[in-house]
């Protein structure tokens, strides 16, 4: 199994002590550094390989979240803090998890665990691209098969995955999904992706998808029609 590197961020020691110590015990995770502060992880973060981030959220000088949105390309990160009130926000600038203090160590393995599925979902060398999405959701990460897709429906800010056994809600953009998913997903309106093997009928301006009706947008008709139906447009 491939180790993290791991970097701890929090201005209070005992914070990051605990970190450390709970990091020791995993096999799979090293410690390449501590930092006190967000402008001594910037540097640390230059110097060395980072995969996990560890961030404190309040913290003098900048937070962690304005620290996160400061870095270009971040590793994976955990928050780890004392307040609830900024999940929602942590989780719409895309971290793995958010521990809430204090908290026990296996809830810090279940952290861990989702940031190795985030760190290797894509990475290079290892074999074909996952055949799942994560999906923030809930305060969860699930893992979002792609054969149990039937559609997804852009909900303003939000985006709903819709399947067999209902549906999952998390934040995100529609534009942002379509460039990131595998062959197999059309764009048939500017707020719905069909999975394209779920589509069974055409039925005028709409597709049917089980008892879901999909409405086509006019500037998608000749592709929708073209490539689900293999008919002229």
Known sequence: MSVLNCLIVDDEELARRLVRAYCERLPDLRVAGEAAHPLAARTLLRERAVDLLFLDIQMPEMTGLDFLRSLGRPPAVILTTAYADYAVE????????????????????????????????????????????????????????????????????????????????????????????????LRVHKSYIVATDKVEVLDGNQLHIGDARIPIGGSYREVVKERLFNCEP
Do not use: C, M, N, W
């Not at 393995?109 to 190795?116: E, I, L, M, P, Q």
């Not at 979902?121 to 792609?146: I, M, S």
């Not at 995100?172 to 197999?184: D, H």
């Open 90 to 185: 942590g989780f719409e600038l895309d971290v793995v998890d958010y521990l809430l203090k204090p908290f026990a160590f296996d809830r810090f393995v279940r952290a861990v665990g989702k940031a190795r599925d985030y760190r290797f979902a894509d990475a290079p060398g290892t074999g074909a691209p996952p055949p799942f999405l994560l999906v923030k959701a809930d305060r969860k990460t699930y893992r979002l098969p792609y054969a149990d897709i039937l559609y997804i429906e852009s909900l303003r800010e939000y985006v709903g995955y819709h399947t067999r056994d209902g549906r999952r809600v998390a934040l995100g953009s529609l534009k942002q999904l379509e460039e990131s998913l595998p062959p197999g997903f």
